[in-house]
Structures are given as C-alpha cells and as structure tokens.
C-alpha cells in the first residue's frame, strides 16, 4: 500500500516537473503551422486537377461537395481539440493510465460517428444537392464525391483523436509527420487516379479515403506499440462513465462554438453577396489572407492548448502564466508580421489570385481590413486555445455566443451606413470581442483554478 502511494506521489512529481519557455512554445507550434498549410494546399491540388479536366460542372460539384464536408467535419473537429485538453491534462498529472483511456474514448466516439456517418451519405449527398440547387451535372459530380468520401468518414475522425492526442503530449514533430504522410499520399493519388487515369472527381474522392486509411494505421501502429510497452489500462478505465460524460459535455461546448464560428462566416459572406458580385468576389480573395494567417495562428493556438492544459493538469500556475505569456507574444509578432506583408505586397497578391480588373480593384480598396484581421484575430485564436487546453469549454461557448450576439448588432449597424467598409468593420468587431471577453475571464479562473 506504501509503495502504490509513493508510485503516484512520484508520478504527479514528474508530470509537474517541466519548464514553458520558448522553445517548447515553438517546438509544437512551428511543426503544426507547417502541417496545417498542407490543408489549403491539398484543396489547391484538387482544385487544380479537377480543373485540368475543362468540366466547369465537375469543378463546381467539387467545390460543392467540399463546402458540405467543411460544414460536417468542422462540427466534428473537437475530437481533436477536446482529446488534446484531456490528454495534456492527464501528462501533467502524471497519470499515463488516463492518457491511455482518453485516446480510447476518443476513439470509440470516432468509430460510432464515424460509421453513421458512412451510412448516413445518400442523404447527405441529396441534402447538400438540396441546398446547393445547382445544375443537374454539378449536383451529380458533387453527389458522386461525397458519397465516396463519406466512406473515409471513421477515419478521418479516428485521424482526429489520433492527432488530438500525439498533440495533447506536446509531439509536434509526430503531428507533421502524420499530417504529410496524410496529406502526401492523398496529393499523389489525387494526381495519378484523378488525372492520370482520369477518373476525375471521383478519384479525387477515392484519393482523401485512402490518405485517410493509411495515416490512421500509421498513427494507430505508432501509438499501440507505445501503449503495448505502457502499463495496462483496465476495460472499465475507459468506459467510465463520468469521464465518457465530461468528455461528451466538453465536446458540446466545442461543437457549439464552431457551429457559431461557421454561421458568422456565412452572415458576412451573405451580406458581402448583397453589395454585388464583385464585392462578393473580392471579399472571397481577402478572406483567403486571414484564412492563410489563420493556419499561422493555428500553430501557437496549439501550442497553448497543450502547455495550458499541462499546467492545470499539474496545478502548476507558474507554468500556465508563462505559457499564457509566451504563446501571445509569439502569436503577437507572427500577426505584425502577416499584417505587414499583406498591407506591402498584398495588391502583388491579389493579383495572383485573381485577373479580373474589377475584382482586383474592389480588394485594393478594403486590402487594408484584410491585412490588420490578424492582428485582431490573434488573442481570439491564442484564448481558444489556453481555454481547450485547461477544458473551461463553457466559457468559451458562452463568449463566443456573446460575440456571435455582438457582430449580428454590428452588422445590422454598420453595413447599411458604412457599406463593405462597415461589413469589414463588424468582423474587426467580432475577433476582438471573442478575444478580450476571453481574457477578462482568464483572470478569474486563474484564481479558482491553482
């Protein structure tokens, strides 16, 4: 009995027993910035090849078909981020049993989803035919890809919890690693079965399914045989049922949270629609730069999840101050940085993007909005992830509820009276107050928490 209370007093001593500085900010964040831009660049690929086809309809339906899987995907991204918070918790605890049961649970939820979501794809595919009344060959090009992709669909989402929690542990490198071997393979096949054998959209489809089997018994071969050589976790750890509920009350909170993110998306796409086409256009190629920057963002938004949520796993104060401050300063200057770029050679890039004349000169005009949203957006996407990573998800739904709230009343102000300009203006508005609100509560659960 001694010696079990020494084993555990030793463990909780080695999960508090780390140091946040610099380097370990930049170890996960660099690695993770680097695997979250092979996602755009996959969708350039897609694109491209499709494109070379010289089927509008066949572009369309995939473009189609990859708006819908943003939409069910997106929703199912807090396996990910959820699953990193509990994981980094449990390191810092010390309790490697629990970081065990955590990977396991995520993964049961996965494969359940995962599997309804495979069979749920005939309907999805005529909902999203539904929503998108495009042509008949575009609805027909984008019924043939998700039904395809769908099938990837337990993959993808064990692929989550995989990653949620390698990161969860602080392994960026493992995390690229995964993400290239992903994203490699599905390039290349994109290319041979799309192009090459000219198998068009559904190859591309076929491609994301095999990317997506692959990487997942790679991470799962990788992470089983650390487990074979771990202790062994008993059955009933993981179907707890307290732990299954938080786990599920969290994931919730994530959920809500995206869901709101998506529709602010879709209320300033909507309202840009209303200035004309060209507007809308020219708000699209803007809206790829903060998209860009957020990926940047993205990486240091990871980085604090999992530091964050070590320190509360380890009731280590000190250790979340630091990661808290290092984080927003790295994320701080890689946004001045972004802003800077765009505002000097963001006209050089729209140009890239785009030959229409009108299009090029309507984003000149608001360029400047585009290029500061990084700025703005930085402790937004830096207080997402302190606040997964110590899991106070009702919070972070609650703010972005708030700001949702706060951005609908802007826009309804400032559009009709400022135009584009006051469009660009309530999203300024939206970033900061998902950022400051967050912050203001910081502070108070610094005190109840350590």
Not at 4 to 9: A, E, K, T, W, Y
Not at 271 to 289: D, K
Not at 307 to 326: E, H, N, P, S
Not at 420 to 432: D, K, P
Request: net charge positive; glycine share 10%.
């Amino acid at each position: 009995m001694g010696k079990r209370v020494l084993d555990q007093v030793s463990a909780a001593a080695n999960g508090r027993s780390f140091v946040v500085t610099n380097r370990s900010v930049l170890a996960i964040a660099v690695p993770m910035t680097l695997a979250y831009l092979t996602t755009p660049l996959l969708g350039v690929v897609d694109t491209a090849v499709v494109g070379q086809l010289g089927d509008a309809a066949l572009l369309g339906g995939l473009a189609a078909g990859a708006l819908v899987f943003d939409v069910v995907f997106t929703s199912f991204n807090f396996l990910r981020s959820g699953t990193t918070g509990l994981v980094a918790q449990a390191l810092g605890r010390g309790d490697e049993l629990e970081e065990q049961a955590v990977f396991w649970r995520a993964v049961l939820i996965a494969v359940v989803a995962g599997i309804v979501l495979a069979a749920l794809a005939p309907l999805v595919a005529i909902a999203g035919q539904w929503f998108m009344s495009a042509e008949a060959r575009v609805s027909e090009a984008m019924a043939v890809y998700i039904r395809i992709r769908l099938l990837a669909a337990p993959f993808s989402l064990i692929n989550y919890a995989i990653l949620g929690y390698v990161l969860g542990r602080g392994e960026g490198g493992l995390g690229l690693m995964l993400q290239l071997v992903l994203n490699g393979i599905n390039i290349a096949l994109c290319v041979l079965l799309g192009l090459e054998l000219g198998w068009g959209v559904a190859g591309v489809a076929w491609a994301t399914v095999t990317g997506e089997f692959v990487a997942m018994l790679l991470g799962l071969a990788i992470i089983g045989r650390r487990f074979w050589a771990a202790p062994r976790l008993p059955r009933h750890r993981i179907l707890d049922l307290s732990a299954f509920l938080r786990m599920m009350s969290l994931n919730g909170d994530i959920m809500i949270r995206s869901f709101s993110l998506l529709a602010a998306f879709a209320l300033f796409t909507r309202q840009g629609a209303q200035f004309g086409t060209v507007t809308l256009a020219a708000n699209a190629v803007l809206m790829n730069f903060f998209l860009i920057a957020g990926y940047f963002l993205d990486g240091f938004a990871t980085a604090a999840e999992q530091l964050a949520g070590r320190a509360v796993g380890a009731r280590a104060a000190m250790q979340f101050r630091q990661a808290v401050r290092l984080t927003l300063f790295w994320g701080f200057g890689l946004a001045a940085t972004a802003t800077l770029v765009l505002l000097l050679g963001g006209t050089d890039l729209v140009a890239l993007i785009t030959t229409s004349e009108d299009v090029r000169a309507v984003a000149d005009n608001y360029l400047a909005w585009a290029a500061f949203t990084a700025l703005s957006g930085v402790l937004a996407f830096q207080m997402d992830g302190v606040f997964i990573g110590a899991t106070w998800s009702r919070d972070m739904r609650n703010m972005m509820l708030l700001s949702f709230l706060v951005f609908s009343a802007a826009l309804l102000i400032l559009a009709p009276a400022l135009g584009n300009h006051g469009l660009w203006a309530a999203l300024h508005v939206f970033l900061l107050v998902r950022g400051f609100s967050l912050l203001a509560i910081l502070r108070v659960r610094v005190r109840t928490a350590f």
